[in-house]
Structures are given as structure tokens and as C-alpha cells.
């Protein structure tokens, strides 16, 4: 049995026994293909233990202490890796084609280079020629990192074994094969193998390895969910087409905080770091008109403030449209039920739009008052006041709960010069430190108090 062909879901690496137009197990629609597994070695079978030795356990306490972080010097980057790169690490950084992966990472690794790393970096993609002009066009032509442009992963290891780096970027995974399995390039199966391999290798050497993967749209490739479980750091590169703006985030982070955030800026020359992200998400706004809200979030260990934008207008569909741009739908559909159950604020008829400027997504229940603000100034074509900043959780019975890092949002807030938040009760009110706080009970209580209904 060990060569019968499997059904494999090539977003989510789940396996079925029999093909189907749609995943069970990820909900993704024509992404399952017929795979064969990987073989079975000749030599293969079963382990024993009768004819192992005992392995020699140490202590905790005794083992020395790790080797330490390399900084790339890029902070974004280094933030999000949880302070810096951790020796024999395995990195994924996943996104959509064309979003910036092999910029990012091909000027991660020249300032790793230049931080005392020895970095080679192996397109699947790209002729070496190719590369070098694009380090080129980022000015870092002077930096010592190895190129190579090889898929053959036979071919990689073999000169991971020469060179004997300490960290090597693989971009991309996708592109990579092993010649011991049948399996075309991309398919789950040869994804999966060539992951295995490179992060076995990294872990017995020593070396940190970064594996660079396409999201993929179509099913035909697997997607880079599939070899999150084999490595220690996930990392998606996000952004919207059109916007120049990049979020790197960690999702996963066996050395630091997940969820953590770096935000970039896509140039001619290349990615640069955004200091002060509030600024930028801010930076399009202009007078405080109906339907804009200004939510002040947390984003990993950062505070971010973002406008939120609704438009909510009679619909000429027998079904309204609820539409959703960086923030979840099912959580608009419950801030929208709240709203008509508990506060007597129907949006049937109504299509609903809500946006979260600048191509930010954000997964905070903190979000919900800014969303319910931002959905009932709209509907109401009235302004919030001016320089005000909202967020709280809304329950399903309409009460508010105080979001964490209540003092950090404020904060930031006042930075940016905004002068009222609007928040759950449970801390101090009124005036303070040049901030006044509008502590709100419930949803209807903020509907009175700020739209007079
Ligand atoms: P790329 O890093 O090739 O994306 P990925 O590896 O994720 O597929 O980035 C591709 C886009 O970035 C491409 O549309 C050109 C743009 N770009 C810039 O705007 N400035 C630059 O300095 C570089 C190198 C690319
Ligand atoms: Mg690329």
C-alpha cells in the first residue's frame, strides 16, 4: 500500500481518501490533486529498539547557554523575528506572487552579511544574473552574500556542505526538487520532501534557513501552509495591490511574540522601514467626514492607529452586500446584530462597506466600538468629533469590555495629537494627561452619547 496514489489538498497539505471538489479540512474550493506519496527507502523498516544504544540525557541546567541573536540591523525585521535571527532557525516567509518576498529577503540577507553572517541565497526562480541586477537597483551590489540559481536540491546540500553557511534563503520553495521522489516541482509531496531536507539539514549543521513560499491562487502548487508545521518561525508578507505599503507578520514564532508586526514601504529602491506606521495609516486622512473613525489598536507589541472608512447606502439588490477590507466578515455581521438588537438600528436594505485604510488587516475584538462608531456615523451622516480616537470589544449583549494595553493606545493617541478617546468604563474618565477619556458602558449608551439618538 505504501505507493497508492493519495488526494492531497494542496493549500492546506490534508489528505483524503478520495478526491473532492473542495478541502474538508481547510474549506478551500479545487485545490485537491492526486499525489503519489513518497516511497518507501529500500533499506526501510521498521524501528526497533532492542538493537538502539541508550541516548545520553543531559541537564537542563548544565547544557551551555545558546549561541546568540544575530541582528540584521533592519528593525522591522528584527522585530518581528522576536529580536533577531536565532542560529540554526527555520524561517518560513509566505505571500502572494509579486508582493516583495525575494526583495525583502535578498536585503535581509546582505545586512545579515554584512552583520558577520555567511549567507548564501539559492533562487529557484531567478537566473543569478537576475538577482544581481536586482541588488543592483538596491545598492547592495558591495554586499558578500553567495548567489546561486539551483533547484536541484540534491545539488543545494551538497554545497550547503562545502560552503558551510550560516544562513541560506531558498526562494523559493516552491521550485525546489528532490530527485529521490516522484512528484513534479510544487506538488505537495515534493514541497513537503524538499522542506524536510533543508530544515533537517539546518538543524544538524547548525544553520538557519529561510524558505521563501508562494501563496498560490490556483491549486495547481502547493501553498506554504503546508510546511508551516517543519519550521520554528512563520512570517507573511502582506499588502494590497496599488498600495505601496508591506506588513510583515509573524504568525507563528517558536522565539518570540507571534502576531507581531513590521511595516515596510515598497520604493524604487527597494523596502523601507516604516518608523512610525500610525503616521503612515493615518497620512491619507483628511477632515473628519461620516463613515471615518480613527481605531487605536495594538498590533504585536506596537500600538498602531488606523482610519476605519464604512459607506452604508440604500441597496438596490434584494440581498444588501456586506463588504469587508481588512477585518473580518463574520465580525461585521455581529457588530451589525448588535446594533439591531440591542440599540433598534436596522441596516436591512442597507449595503454595508467597511475599510480599513492604508491596506492594513486587523484581528482585534478591540476593533468592534471603532467598526460600530464607524458604521453609524456613516448611517447617520454625521462626523465623529474631531481628533478622537475609539476602540472596546462589544459583547454579544451589547456591554463593552476594556481592551488590553488601554494606556499604550492612549498614548500613541496623544503622540498623534488626537485629544478625546472614546473607550469602555473600567479605568479612569475625564481629563488626563491631555487626553479626554469618554468611558462608555454599552452600545446604546455610546449611541446616545455620541450621536444624540
Ligand atoms: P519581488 O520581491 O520580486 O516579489 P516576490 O518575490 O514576492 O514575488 O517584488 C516584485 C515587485 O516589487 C515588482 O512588482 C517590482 C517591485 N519592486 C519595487 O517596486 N522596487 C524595488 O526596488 C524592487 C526590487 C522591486
Ligand atoms: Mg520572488
Redesign the pocket.
Known amino acids: 500500500m505504501a505507493n497508492a496514489p493519495a488526494f492531497v489538498c494542496t493549500a492546506c497539505g490534508a489528505r483524503h481518501g478520495k478526491w473532492s471538489g473542495r478541502c474538508e479540512s481547510c474549506g478551500e474550493w479545487n485545490t485537491i490533486r492526486e499525489e503519489t506519496p513518497l516511497a518507501a527507502g529500500p533499506g526501510s523498516r521498521s524501528l526497533g529498539a532492542a538493537r538502539g544504544r541508550a541516548i545520553e540525557l543531559s541537564d537542563l541546567s548544565t547544557t551551555e547557554t545558546p549561541p546568540p541573536r544575530t541582528l540584521s540591523g533592519i528593525a522591522e525585521f528584527d522585530r518581528v523575528l522576536g529580536g533577531g535571527l536565532v542560529p540554526a532557525s527555520a524561517l518560513l516567509v509566505g ?1 502572494d ?8 529577503l535578498l536585503q535581509a540577507a546582505a545586512h545579515f552579511a554584512r552583520a558577520g553572517l555567511k549567507v548564501i541565497y539559492i533562487s529557484g526562480e531567478e537566473a543569478a544574473a537576475q538577482v544581481r541586477m ?1 541588488a543592483q ?2 545598492g547592495l551590489e558591495q554586499a558578500p552574500v553567495r548567489l546561486a540559481a539551483e533547484t536541484n536540491l540534491r545539488d543545494i546540500l551538497t554545497t550547503l556542505d562545502a560552503e558551510r553557511p550560516d544562513l541560506v534563503i531558498i526562494d523559493s520553495i516552491q521550485t525546489m526538487w528532490a530527485d529521490n521522489v516522484e512528484s513534479a516541482p510544487g506538488s505537495v509531496t515534493q514541497v513537503r520532501a524538499a522542506a524536510h531536507e533543508l530544515t533537517g539539514f539546518a538543524k544538524r549543521r547548525g544553520l538557519s534557513v529561510v524558505l521563501v513560499g508562494h501563496v498560490t491562487k490556483e491549486g495547481q502548487i502547493a501553498g506554504p501552509r503546508v510546511v508551516e508545521h517543519m519550521v520554528d518561525t512563520v512570517l507573511y508578507f502582506e499588502g494590497e495591490r496599488g498600495h505601496p505599503f508591506r506588513i510583515l507578520r509573524a504568525v507563528k514564532n517558536r522565539f518570540g511574540p507571534a502576531d507581531e508586526i513590521g511595516v515596510f514601504e ?5 523596502l523601507a522601514e516604516v518608523v512610525n506606521p500610525s503616521e503612515l495609516f493615518l497620512s491619507e486622512r483628511g477632515t473628519p467626514s461620516p463613515g471615518s473613525v480613527v481605531f487605536a489598536g495594538i498590533e504585536g507589541t506596537r500600538p498602531v492607529l488606523v482610519e476605519l472608512q464604512a459607506l452604508v447606502a440604500p441597496t438596490p439588490h434584494s440581498q444588501p452586500r456586506r463588504t469587508v477590507v481588512g477585518w473580518d466578515g463574520g465580525r461585521l455581521a455581529m457588530v451589525l446584530a448588535v446594533l439591531e438588537a440591542r440599540c433598534g438600528i436596522p441596516f436591512a436594505g442597507l449595503d454595508v462597506y467597511l475599510n480599513v485604510a492604508g491596506g492594513l488587516r486587523i484581528s482585534e475584538p478591540a476593533a468592534d466600538l471603532a467598526v460600530a462608531a464607524a458604521l453609524l456615523s456613516a448611517r447617520e451622516d454625521a462626523a465623529l468629533p474631531a481628533e478622537t480616537v475609539v476602540f472596546g470589544e462589544i459583547s454579544l449583549s451589547g456591554a463593552l469590555r476594556p481592551a488590553p494595553q488601554t494606556e499604550n493606545r492612549l498614548k500613541e493617541a496623544r503622540k498623534l495629537g488626537f485629544t478625546t478617546a472614546i473607550l469602555p468604563e473600567g479605568g479612569k474618565t475625564g481629563f488626563d494627561r491631555g487626553i479626554r477619556r469618554t468611558a462608555i458602558a454599552d452600545l446604546t449608551g455610546f449611541v446616545g452619547q455620541v450621536f444624540g439618538t
Open positions: 505571500g506572487p509579486g508582493i516583495g518576498k525575494s526583495t525583502l536586482r537597483r538596491l515598497m520604493t524604487g529602491t527597494g
